[in-house]
């Protein structure tokens, strides 16, 4: 069964900061995507940035960054030039492309420190 | 024991019916909302309710329309379908707003419904 782990509950950063957050993954499958969704108070699910498994370049967008190591099932998210408006929940998700169900981590509780 | 339920899983209608999809949780939660997954395989959110009220309604063809019977369901209508609504739909559920102790609660995902418009 494929699962998603998020290891770190809670992180926080200096605003302007850069951080990391750290996601590993488990399946045995070979064509897959991997996300990282945005959970602001108001609870929906805002996309952050997506990753192609057969893709080997590292997503990006703005100031958002991954680094996907597909041997190590690792798929961290890297936050640059941190704001206030970064404060939220993150959540790594994995979603087979033969199939529909997308699978969560737990969630990584991002503070900004002004 | 399924905590977010979404009925069907597949649906293949032709262009111009009207369809509705099902989706009902037992997790007590106030919150629910639907999610369009589109080819690019991201989630993109449509609307939310909580305890029946409808609080988020982003910019989706009129053609949809969410009801709520209760807090336990919420259902999404589809008239007139039309070509790019082909999707997977994903029902969610989540703790209330605001309430003390729930910012670490995540949603909780249907399986979703894979809509195919002929």
């Known amino acids: 069964a494929q699962t998603v782990t998020q290891s770190q509950p809670e992180m926080s950063v200096q605003e302007a900061e850069t951080v990391t957050l750290s996601c590993t993954y488990d399946?045995?499958?070979?064509?897959?995507?991997l996300f990282w969704y945005k959970q602001p108070p108001s609870r929906q699910m805002i996309l952050v940035i997506r990753?192609?498994?057969?893709?080997?370049q590292n997503a990006t967008e703005n100031r958002f960054s991954v680094n996907f190591q597909k041997a190590a099932k690792s798929f961290s998210l890297k936050i640059s030039d941190s704001q206030l408006g970064d404060a939220a929940m993150y959540f790594c998700?994995?979603?087979?492309?033969?199939?529909?169900?997308?699978?969560f981590g737990k969630g990584t509780r991002l503070h900004i420190l002004p | 024991d399924t905590a977010v339920s979404q009925t069907p899983k597949y649906l293949v209608t032709q262009m111009g019916n009207d369809k509705s999809i099902k989706c009902e949780q037992n997790?007590?939660?106030?919150?629910m909302y639907w999610y369009k997954q589109d080819s690019k395989k991201f989630l993109k959110i449509m609307f939310s309710?909580?305890?029946?009220?409808?609080?988020i309604n982003e910019t989706v063809p009129n053609r949809f329309s969410p009801k709520s019977p209760d807090k336990a369901h919420l259902n999404l209508h589809i008239n007139s379908l039309e070509l790019g609504d082909s999707a997977v739909y994903f029902c969610?559920?989540?703790?209330?707003?605001?309430?003390?102790?729930?910012?670490?609660?995540?949603?909780?995902f249907g399986d979703g419904t894979r809509l195919s418009i002929l």
């Open positions: 997790l007590g939660h106030d919150t």
């Open positions: 998700a994995y979603r087979m492309n033969r199939d529909d169900k997308i699978i």
């Open positions: 990753q192609e498994a057969y893709k080997q």
């Open positions: 309710y909580n305890n029946k009220e409808l609080i």
């Open positions: 969610a559920s989540s703790l209330p707003l605001f309430q003390p102790g729930t910012v670490n609660q995540p949603q909780h």
């Open positions: 399946t045995s499958e070979s064509d897959y995507y």
